[in-house]
């Protein structure tokens, strides 16, 4: 419940700055319409305030821009993300308090302002991700408390799970269900991908750093 209240939250922010059309530094600008709480985690509200809305297809519908929920379980917190630059096959994703997700497609390859980032990797393709018994390799750099770069090579064996019955704000989705499972000289984790009948990854659990940990991601809007 209380990630639910966060994401209320965010929404309700990012929907209030979206219906500002008369201003053009919003409508010019999607970072204004990022709004999150991924790097410090959920801010105390004041004795007083009003409760958080809860997050609806409704609120999810008047957002004009493509629109991902991200978030962190090691923080237990989420915020919305929006697009706000492309670099060839790559789009970051962005928030007003200038966090950034990098992905080509809808698999993750950086990450800014969470600590321990991602600066870099090299990832396999979504058509790779929903093939069963496929093997891929990934390399990653992770920026560490030093501000050193720090290199980490994973192998990873692609495999099939049951079908998945997902529920998405108020909507519902049947999708294939894949596990990447990677393994390295300093350990190991698995990513997951929920992947639609028409290719669209719909969800994933994606890992960012030892730190940081995991990072889940729904498409709200295409």
């Given at each position: 419940m209380?990630?639910?209240r966060?994401?209320?939250l965010v ?7 979206s ?10 600008n ?21 409760p958080?809305p ?5 609120m999810?519908?008047q ?7 991200a ?6 917190v989420?915020?919305?993300l ?18 950034a997700?990098?992905?080509r ?5 950086g ?22 018994n496929s093997?891929?390799?990934r ?6 408390g030093d ?6 090579k994973f192998?990873c064996?692609?495999?099939?799970q049951?079908?998945?019955a ?11 269900h894949f ?7 300093n ?15 719909i969800?994933?659990r994606?890992?960012?750093?030892p730190?940081?940990g ?9």
């Open positions: 209380r990630q639910l966060t994401a209320g929404l309700a922010a990012l929907l209030g700055l219906g500002c059309g008369s201003d053009p530094a919003v409508g010019d999607p970072l204004l319409l990022g709004v999150s709480a991924l790097r410090d985690g959920v801010r105390t509200r004041a004795a007083g305030d009003a958080a809860a997050l609806t297809r409704a999810v519908d957002v004009q821009v493509p629109l991902i929920l978030s962190l379980e090691s923080r237990g989420t915020g919305a929006v697009p706000i630059g492309q670099n060839g096959a790559d789009t970051t994703w962005g928030t007003a308090d200038q966090i997700v990098i992905m497609g809808d698999v993750v390859r990450t800014r302002g969470l600590g321990e980032d991602l600066m870099s990797a090299s990832i396999p393709g979504e058509s790779v991700l929903r093939s069963a093997v891929t390799q390399e990653y750099f992770h920026l560490d501000d050193q770069t720090v290199r980490r192998s064996e692609i495999h099939e049951d079908a998945a997902l529920v998405i704000v108020e909507r519902r989705y049947q999708a294939r596990e990447e499972r990677c393994s390295g000289q350990g190991g984790f698995t990513n997951e991908y929920w992947f639609l009948a028409d290719g669209r990854m969800q994933s994606q890992w960012i750093s730190s940081v995991f990072m889940k991601l729904q498409r709200l809007k295409p």
